[in-house]
């Protein structure tokens, strides 16, 4: 999780919503903090601009930026079941 604390340059992390092109990483931004379920958002070279609602950490990628609505991602967290043993042999 600490990797998706603040903005990264040069990374995808795998939003997939496209919502169009805008003008700045900003809008793009403002366009995922309008959605109450976005969690994420990337803006690439072209100026699409992507959101997610299941938080990505992803890859490094060329010419997108990408950021992360840090108190949805902890809402998020602290939402899901804890983990057990899910049927792994032991």
Known sequence: MPQMMSPRE???NLSDKEE???A???ECKSKCIEQPECRQYSFDAEAMCRTRVDPR???AGQGISSGW???R???FQEGMAPCGNEGWPV
């Open 10 to 12: 040069d990374w995808e």
């Open 20 to 22: 169009g092109k805008l």
């Open 24 to 26: 700045s990483v900003d």
């Open 57 to 59: 950490l992803g890859k």
């Open 69 to 71: 609505i840090v108190d």
């Open 73 to 75: 991602i902890h809402d």
